[in-house]
């Protein structure tokens, strides 16, 4: 029998933010189209779709664009690690996007500040309000735990198309967008994406590391495989009902 139900969509850059979702998904079958490996399922009796979309923000937009035209999803959310930009936003630390919007982006003369899509009219795309309330719900009930604790913290996700690894850099981003809480590569695209398919999005980043000099891809990737991706799919399990 078909598979008809609309399902809800998570969108990541690498398998090992997901891992752990993926391997508590019930009747999966994977699926791979332009290079996007998908993988279909269930969770909690909801049904899931998991693409595995590689990094930067064109990689997450033709992920996020392929599955609402093959899946017409009920909603698409994003997650995996992000470096931190507030000081609030400590290594460790679940934050849940309130909005997005692209801090490498910039077509000023064209419009009168950085960040705003001429085309659109718009600079920072609002996260779905439901949703938001859900992630959060289930990471400050859910995730944490007598032996570890995960802050949860809301608000704004910038994306950019680089991996933030100096102070200074870290810094001017937290100049320009001030209520800005982490950086990643690819919340802003999906957030687009999800606002010209007019479908409900909303976002979870781990905060990895510091976007400072420090920045080690080995360890955050073995942080993202060991840690985020199993906090990323305790709120997914908790969230997936009630979406």
């Known amino acids: ?19 752990a979702l993926c391997a508590q998904l019930s009747n999966a079958a994977p699926a791979y189209s332009s290079h996007i490996q998908v993988i279909d399922g269930y969770l909690a009796n909801r049904r899931v779709v998991v693409a595995i979309a590689g ?12 599955l609402c035209d093959r899946y017409n ?25 309130s909005a997005a919007m692209q801090h490498d982006y910039d ?19 609002i996260a779905d309000a439901a949703i938001t309330k859900q992630l959060i719900r289930a990471c400050t009930e859910s995730v944490q735990t007598s032996e ?5 913290i809301e608000g704004l996700v910038v994306s950019g198309d680089q991996i933030i ?24 695209a999906v957030a687009q994406v999800a606002f010209q398919n007019g ?9 990895s590391d510091d976007a400072d000099e420090m920045f080690d891809a080995d360890e955050v990737i073995e942080y993202s495989r060991e840690t ?6 305790a709120i997914l399990l908790e969230t997936s009902a009630r979406l």
């Open 73 to 97: 999803p009920r909603a698409l959310l994003v997650a995996g690690p992000a470096g931190r930009v507030a000081p609030t936003a400590t290594p460790g630390t679940a934050v849940i996007a």
């Open 228 to 233: 985020a991706s199993h906090v990323i799919a």
């Open 1 to 19: 029998m078909a598979n008809t139900e609309a399902p809800i969509a998570v969108i990541s850059a690498m398998e090992a933010e997901v891992h």
């Open 165 to 188: 690894r100096s102070p200074e850099t870290r810094n001017k981003i937290r100049f320009d967008h001030p209520d800005a809480l982490c950086v990643d590569m690819e919340t802003a």
């Open 199 to 207: 479908v409900p999005w909303g976002a979870i980043r781990l905060v």
């Open 107 to 125: 077509a000023r003369p064209l419009v009168g500040e950085q960040g705003m899509l001429p085309h659109l009219g718009v600079s920072r795309f």
């Open 148 to 152: 570890r604790q995960f802050p949860c």
């Open 55 to 66: 990094i930067g923000k064109v990689a997450a937009a033709l992920a996020s664009q392929y």
